[in-house]
């Protein structure tokens, strides 16, 4: 059945995506969703129509959903009001009469995109609906039914939003709606323990459900610095675990009152199972443990705020370079040494740790930089024999740079076949981003990687220095 979805207007390629993302995590079999457009809509429009198996579902979406402020029956849909009252007249009494009993309780509210009504206009446009023959009463803080007059504004009108042909007016039941709760609450201006490179509520519980998280399943941040991702999927009733390099991040914090447990006990969430200061470019696990994790969601370091790491880099005790053995009188107050780490080699990590550590139909999310110097190059994504990309979504931060959330579900087990053909596939990747960096699409960034002094082992540090610089404020 045709329901109307009609999303916040943000993140406008981020909607589609969460929406069959959590369509599968209820039940809905098919990759992708049918999706069509109402009459005289432009495609950034915040109404779509979505086909899906039944309203129990579409409910469960929008309840759960960020981005999609509500989904709708709709009873009638025209270009004023005589034309929306022959649709509502003609909408089958079968499917409106349940809804308009006497012992029901009813609200209608009248709601505009790219225009304001003020209150006596709202309510001429409620009794312009008296043919609707509504014999319950009225209850405006609890009803048991809700109705939504939807209305568009006319197109040309300059107000910066997406055009409409004409003015589209819509009534329906709402069949679920976005809990608006959920993100003041975890905003991170309330948040005790914040990092540089905290991930902010609305973008971490969308990559919750990009991953599929649900009660029970076991969600690993490789990258989990203060803790936001984590916080989003423990939200959602998921087992925690996650690493992070600076030991300083997983033990301290600010404090034993201000630290990455503080945030789970700030919500009442249950704590993460484990933090670890672990590497990405050394995973800890053991050669025999493999298939562990539901779905590993993150973002991985790439130069912005800070930069990649790995274990290693430099001298640590006087006279001893390379491998090394603590001293037992320096181990208490000991922080591990680290080097610098290209975006290129952190997401072969990655992806080679969701190839082997994710289970079957698990999930990784992550986030990838891309430059937006040319459009009409078309952006090549990492890949590896055991995923699949079902998604990429972008997020503009300047007119130069974006990122891009990508999704991957893994299609088949990992093998050491299967590991060397990816190590050759990242090689590849690898030296075709090169190529098309060296053609004059980047000059000494700090995010990207090949044309960055860290990705060849250069030790450059004047000209890492001088690519933060130039582009340090540009992101946002």
């Not at 457009?37 to 960020?66: C, G, T, Y």
């Not at 006319?154 to 608006?180: K, M």
């Not at 789970?264 to 704590?271: D, E, I, R, T, V």
């Not at 370079?321 to 181990?331: I, L």
Request: glycine fraction near 10%.
């Amino acid at each position: 059945m045709w329901y109307l979805c009609v999303f916040y207007h943000r993140l406008l390629d981020y909607r589609k995506p969460e929406v069959e993302s959590l369509s599968q995590l209820f039940g809905v079999t098919d990759s992708s969703l049918d999706w069509k457009l109402p009459l005289h809509h432009h495609p950034d429009s915040p109404f779509h129509f979505v086909n899906l198996p039944n309203e129990h579902i579409a409910a469960n979406i929008a309840d759960r959903s960020i981005l999609v402020k509500g989904m709708y029956e709709i009873w009638g849909e025209g270009g004023d009001g005589e034309e929306l009252k022959e649709a509502i007249m003609g909408y089958p009494d079968d499917r409106k009469l349940p809804y308009l009993s006497p012992d029901s309780t009813f609200r209608i509210i009248v709601d505009t995109f790219g225009k304001v009504l003020s209150f006596d206009e709202q309510n001429q446009r409620i009794k312009g609906l008296a043919y609707i023959p509504f014999k319950g009463r009225v209850n405006l803080k609890n009803p048991e039914y809700k109705f939504w007059l939807m209305e568009t504004d006319n197109y040309g009108v300059n107000n910066g939003l997406p055009p409409v042909a004409q003015r589209r007016i819509f009534f329906g039941r709402e069949i679920g709606g976005a809990d608006r709760k959920l993100i003041p609450t975890y905003e991170l201006k309330s948040r005790k323990y914040l990092g540089p490179t905290a991930m902010d509520a609305e973008m971490a519980f969308l990559m919750a459900n990009q991953g599929l998280v649900t009660p029970g399943k076991l969600i690993y941040d490789p990258f989990v610095g203060t803790g936001s991702i984590l916080v989003a999927a423990a939200h959602f009733g998921a087992i925690t675990m996650g690493a992070d390099i600076d030991i300083r991040v997983v033990r301290d914090g600010r404090g034993p009152d201000c630290n990455v447990w503080s945030n789970f006990k700030q919500y009442g969430l249950p704590s993460p199972v484990g933090l670890l200061r672990a590497d990405n470019n050394l995973p800890p696990w053991r050669s025999g443990l493999k298939e562990m994790f539901d779905a590993i969601i993150c973002d991985p370091p790439y130069g912005v705020r800070a930069g990649g790491r790995k274990s290693g880099g430099r001298k640590l005790l006087k006279g001893t370079v390379g491998p090394y053995t603590v001293p037992d009188d320096k181990r208490s107050g000991h922080i591990p040494s680290t080097g610098g780490y290209c975006l290129a080699e952190c997401i072969h990590d990655l992806l080679d740790l969701a190839g082997r550590m994710l289970v079957m139909g698990g999930r990784l999310v992550c986030f990838y930089p891309v430059l937006r110097d040319d459009e009409n190059v078309e952006v090549q994504f990492p890949e590896h024999p055991c995923l699949k990309l079902v998604a990429s979504s972008e997020q503009i931060l300047s007119s130069r740079y974006s990122r891009v959330l990508l999704t991957m579900v893994k299609i088949k087990p990992y093998s050491d076949e299967i590991g060397e053909a990816a190590r050759l596939q990242h090689l590849e990747f690898k030296e075709n981003h090169l190529k098309w960096l060296e053609e004059g699409n980047l000059v000494h960034s700090s995010v990207f990687g090949p044309a960055d002094p860290q990705i060849n082992g250069v030790a450059d540090s004047k000209s890492f220095k001088e690519g933060k610089q130039k582009y340090r404020g540009k992101y946002v």
